[in-house]
């Protein structure tokens, strides 16, 4: 039997064993609601509570500036219209990029329509990256936030936070970053990165699904989203997802922990996968930046050739990789990056994200296949193009 080779870790990540021992205790033995005052009840309190702190440890910060929430686009969603309808009497202007995930795409256009926002969307450089400068320039005396990706999904670009941080202080405006690429690879430091706001999600580090983070600095005031029980300091009612919670928090731990190993792995396997592709196929070419992306990140396009095709070709191999703009809904799987960073209208990617299971094996079998499968698809592609003329 073929073994399965998964390299889609920044769709989903699977579950850490370790991670999974933990939240199955919250199935059946400490499955009280947090706000129960009996001993049950209590239990699953102090369970958020240890994993509250747990975060904050590695974050550096206070355990109440933890907000659970449901996952990345949750936190976006809370971070961005928590300060816009907070600031509304202060301003109405935000800053962002045009590469950034969809999450916070949506929640800016959604903003822009009924919260009477303006935004200004960044251009990026060839590697998809934000220019500080830029930041700089775009703020005006209506701005309220800045919020710019730490590492970008599709092509993993990592941007320069703290440098875009101390500009933001500077003029004493907000800064949101979306982590949720970032966390298993980069420093989560607060008080180093300088951001007042971060979002994280459980399913790229080996977490749980559903389960995500908003870091608020103590002296930010934001309007909730949900209202009900006034759970989560009253910024995210409902309650608690207790065992997605504890999950969380071992996944991070874990991952921070093993993150500059991890990094040094992973980033050769990088190199290997990129230099095999490049030197094998021709008119093949890195998306994003070749040094300053994530560890894990390969995004490659390949001229004349549907990414789509090469996905299904893979997945008869049990190799399993998606098209560069995996978060895409419109017909033509075009990529809102590729086409910021001013690629060519008709060309599309193929994403492939390595994980703590990639061995230098599974990495050699890819470049073993993706070859053959490239030409077939060429010529296919010419054989239907001569029968049309
Ligand atoms: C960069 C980035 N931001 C936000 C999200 C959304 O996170 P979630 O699916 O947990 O809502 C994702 C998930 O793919 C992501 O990659």
Known sequence: ???????????????????KQEMLKYFDLNYGNPSSIHSKGLEAKNAIEKSRETIATIFNCKPEEIIFTSGGTESINLALKGIAKSMKN???HIITSKVEHQAVLKTCEYLEKYENCRITYLDVDKFGMVNPKDVES????????????????????????????????????????????AAGYCNLEIKKLGVDMLSLNGSKIYGPKGIGILYVKSNIKLVPILHGGGQEN???????????????????????YKRLEETERLTRLRKQLIN??????????????????LPNNINISFEDVDAEAVILYLNEYKIYASIGSACA?????????????HKSDNIDSVRFTLGKDTTKEDIEKVLDVLPNI????????????IKKK
Do not use: W
Request: proline share 2%; charged share 20%.
């Open 234 to 256: 009253n910024l995210r009612s409902g309650t608690e997802n207790v065992m997605n919670i504890v999950g969380f928090a071992k996944a991070l731990e874990i991952s921070q």
């Open 1 to 19: 039997m073929k073994k399965e080779i998964y390299l889609d870790n920044a769709a989903a990540t699977s579950v850490h064993n370790e991670v």
């Open 138 to 181: 775009a703020i005006c005396d209506n701005t309220i936030l800045v919020s710019i990706m730490y590492a970008n999904n599709e092509i993993g670009t990592i941007n320069p936070i703290e440098e875009i941080a101390k500009i933001t202080r500077k003029y004493n405006i907000y800064f949101h970053t979306d982590a949720c690429q």
């Open 276 to 293: 095999g592709i490049v030197s094998q196929i021709t008119n093949s070419g890195l998306n994003g930046h070749p040094t300053k992306r």
């Open 90 to 92: 202060k301003g109405n």
């Open 374 to 385: 490239i030409n077939s698809l060429r010529k296919i592609k010419e054989t239907i193009k």
């Open 329 to 341: 809904n419109n017909e033509k799987n075009e990529s809102h990056v590729l086409n910021a960073m």
